[in-house]
């Protein structure tokens, strides 16, 4: 039984009270239906714009959607999106319907193409529900009886099949849309859905790079990314050729237990679910084919593959219009990600102040999921090394533990006024010392313990230069006596006759 919230129903209201035909439609169905709670809700009707405008001319309306023929609507608080049929939404480019049947046909997968009101029930005539309740959800293109010319023991046939081909050469990202639906929730794209998808992948072509990038990212952020990465790389490579080397790709190293590519969708599905970071992953290995070289042992090595596999990545991400903040910080992400990190305390400080807390997190994050994913272990000990080393960073920052010498709780400025120092040199060789103190004792870095040691260093180092001083006179001392003894000191040597 579906059940729509109360601001959803007084809008279908509304326009039946009007004289309109009006009905929920699209994914707000489908998640009903699969037992979800939608959030965003879309209405249609065969009211024309204006007649919409003017039924809901007591509540908010925004107009920001018009140039797609879409309305929003606030009813009690929630934002509702009210449209005509339509039959085509091309940028924005619309053509209008003149029914229910037309709007729907234009959705692309059946489980999209149901609509719903309490006065009219259910309307679902291309079987979307039985799409989403058999033992696994299915994603099945729309499709349409179309009418071909075949041969038949050598005499041509007029023959009529279900042909879904339109569905994604009037909008190629659909491609990438089935894909989206597997990585999102537990779906299986029908099989003559694939083989209809595999048959028609050079609309990859003609594609909206913009859209492409926007179900690419949907897809590595889903809960089943890595599944459907894995499951779908025959689609994947021609968005994306770049992988196509990396598919069945053997390693021969004992590090890894898995090809390039099934590694790679594994590291995505470990990842942290951060954009940068799960694309960091789809790219991070892509470079390993070209760089493999084997030993005389007939062990797999990858030097250099950081690099090429940055480059390839930039490559993709200029291609698909990423914004460049995302391509610099991704780019970053892949060519440190084969960098090792120090286990130690002190080293792991260092690594903070020269990349930057934010930036080394991410990059642990990278480095686990890459650890993960590299053999069946639950935990391999390389990714507990890293774990342990992401919460001795988080604790550091959250602590904020001195891991820089602006840090100290003492200046130089302050040394100098003190006279614990004579000389701008003389300071930063002191702070020097204390700020190596602080990173090994971090409980050190108190105003008047540091003082107390800047004291006792200067004690220490007046007590060095005495007797350097000391030392130093004794040896002038020494080398004036003997030139005080000149050369009549020295024995005489005679040559013989």
């Not at 990842?271 to 970071?277: D, F, V, W």
């Not at 000149?486 to 005679?494: Q, T």
């Given at each position: 039984?579906?059940?729509l919230?109360?601001?959803?129903v007084?809008?279908?209201?509304?326009?039946e009270?009007?004289g309109?035909?009006?009905?929920?439609?699209?994914?707000?169905?489908?998640?009903?239906?699969?037992?979800?709670?939608p959030?965003?809700?879309?209405?249609?009707t065969?009211?024309?714009?204006?007649?919409?405008?003017f039924?809901?001319r007591?509540?908010?309306?925004?107009?920001?959607?018009?140039?797609?023929?879409?309305?929003?609507?606030t009813?009690?608080?929630?934002?509702?999106?009210?449209?005509?049929y339509?039959?085509?939404?091309v940028?924005?480019?619309?053509?209008?319907?003149?029914?229910?049947?037309t709007?729907?046909?234009?959705?692309?997968?059946?489980?999209?193409a149901?609509?719903?009101?309490?006065?009219?029930?259910?309307i679902?005539?291309?079987?979307?529900?039985?799409?989403l309740?058999?033992?696994?959800?299915r994603v099945?293109?729309?499709?349409?009886?179309?009418?071909?010319?075949?041969?038949?023991?050598?005499?041509?046939?007029?023959?009529?099949?279900y042909?879904?081909?339109?569905?994604?050469?009037i909008?190629?990202?659909?491609?990438?849309q089935?894909?989206?639906y597997?990585s999102?929730?537990?779906?299986?794209?029908?099989?003559?859905?694939?083989?209809?998808?595999?048959?028609?992948?050079?609309c990859?072509?003609?594609?909206?790079?913009?859209s492409?990038?926007?179900?690419?990212?949907r897809?590595?952020?889903g809960k089943?990314a890595a599944?459907?990465?894995?499951?779908?790389?025959?689609?994947l490579?021609?968005?994306?050729?770049?992988?196509?080397?990396c598919?069945?790709?053997e390693?021969?190293?004992?590090?890894?237990e898995?090809?390039?590519?099934?590694?790679?969708?594994?590291?995505?599905?470990y990842?942290?679910?951060?954009?940068?970071?799960r694309?960091?992953?789809?790219?991070?290995?892509?470079?390993?084919?070209?760089?493999?070289?084997?030993?005389?042992r007939?062990?797999g090595?990858f030097k250099g593959?950081?690099?090429?596999?940055?480059?390839?990545a930039?490559?993709?991400?200029?291609r698909?219009?990423?914004?460049?903040?995302?391509?610099?910080?991704?780019?970053?992400l892949?060519y440190?990600?084969?960098?090792p990190?120090?286990?130690?305390?002190?080293?792991?400080?260092g690594?903070?102040?020269?990349?930057?807390a934010?930036?080394?997190?991410?990059?642990?994050?990278?480095k686990?999921?890459?650890?993960?994913?590299?053999?069946?272990?639950n935990e391999?000990?390389?990714?507990q090394?890293?774990?342990?080393?992401?919460?001795?960073l988080?604790?550091?920052?959250?602590?904020?533990?001195c891991?820089?010498?602006?840090?100290?709780?003492?200046?130089?400025?302050?040394?100098?006024?003190?006279?614990?120092v004579?000389?701008?040199?003389e300071?930063?060789?002191?702070?020097?010392?204390?700020?190596?103190?602080v990173?090994?004792?971090?409980?050190f870095?108190?105003?008047?313990?540091?003082?107390?040691?800047?004291?006792?260093?200067?004690?220490k180092?007046?007590?060095?230069?005495?007797?350097?001083?000391r030392?130093?006179?004794?040896?002038a001392?020494?080398?004036?006596?003997?030139r005080e003894k000149?050369?009549?000191?020295?024995?005489?040597?005679?040559?013989?006759?």
């Open positions: 039984m579906i059940i919230p109360a601001p959803v007084e809008a279908l209201e509304r326009l009270s009007a309109f035909e009006a009905y929920v439609v699209g994914a707000c169905v489908r998640e009903l239906i699969v037992g979800n709670s959030q965003d809700f879309d209405i249609v065969n009211a024309e714009i204006n007649d919409i405008m039924t809901f007591e509540y908010r309306i925004s107009d920001e959607g018009m140039s797609r023929g879409e309305i929003l609507v009813v009690v608080g929630m934002v509702i999106q009210i449209s005509p339509r039959r085509e939404v940028g924005n480019r619309v053509m209008y319907a003149e029914d229910l049947d709007d729907l046909a234009r959705r692309g997968f059946t489980m999209n149901m609509a719903y009101s309490p006065k009219a029930g259910l679902d005539p291309y079987d979307g529900r039985g799409a309740t058999g033992e696994i959800k099945v293109a729309i499709g349409e009886n179309v009418t071909v010319n075949v041969k038949v023991g050598g005499k041509p046939t007029a023959e009529t099949i042909d879904m081909s339109k569905s994604f050469t909008q190629p990202s659909r491609l990438l089935a894909i989206r597997c999102e929730d537990e779906y299986e794209i029908d099989e003559q859905t694939r083989n209809c998808m595999k048959a028609n992948v050079a990859f072509e003609y594609a909206d790079a913009g492409i990038r926007e179900e690419l990212q897809i590595v952020m089943f599944r459907a990465l894995e499951q779908n790389s025959d689609i490579k021609y968005v994306l050729p770049e992988i196509e080397p598919i069945g790709f390693q021969r190293t004992r590090h890894h898995f090809d390039v590519w099934t590694h790679i969708c594994k590291a995505v599905g990842a942290l679910p951060e954009p940068e970071i694309f960091a992953m789809l790219f991070h290995d892509l470079g390993k084919p070209d760089c493999m070289f084997v030993d005389v007939g062990n090595h593959h950081a690099e090429r596999g940055r480059l390839l930039e490559g993709i991400m200029r698909l219009e990423f914004p460049k903040n995302m391509i610099d910080e991704i780019s970053w892949i440190h990600h084969d960098v990190i120090p286990e130690d305390r002190k080293e792991l400080k690594l903070i102040r020269e990349l930057g934010p930036d080394l997190r991410d990059l642990l994050q990278c686990i999921a890459d650890s993960r994913a590299r053999k069946s272990d391999p000990e390389q990714t090394k890293l774990r342990a080393s992401l919460a001795a988080n604790e550091i920052v959250e602590t904020d533990e891991c820089d010498i602006s840090q100290l709780a003492i200046t130089k400025r302050e040394l100098i006024e003190r006279r614990l004579s000389s701008d040199a300071a930063e060789q002191l702070m020097n010392a204390l700020f190596d103190i990173l090994d004792k971090p409980s870095n108190n105003r008047l313990m540091l003082l107390d040691i800047a004291e006792k260093s200067k004690s180092l007046e007590q060095i230069e005495a007797e350097r001083l030392a130093a006179q004794e040896k001392e020494q080398e004036r006596t003997k000149g050369r009549r000191a020295e024995p005489v040597f005679k040559r013989k006759k």
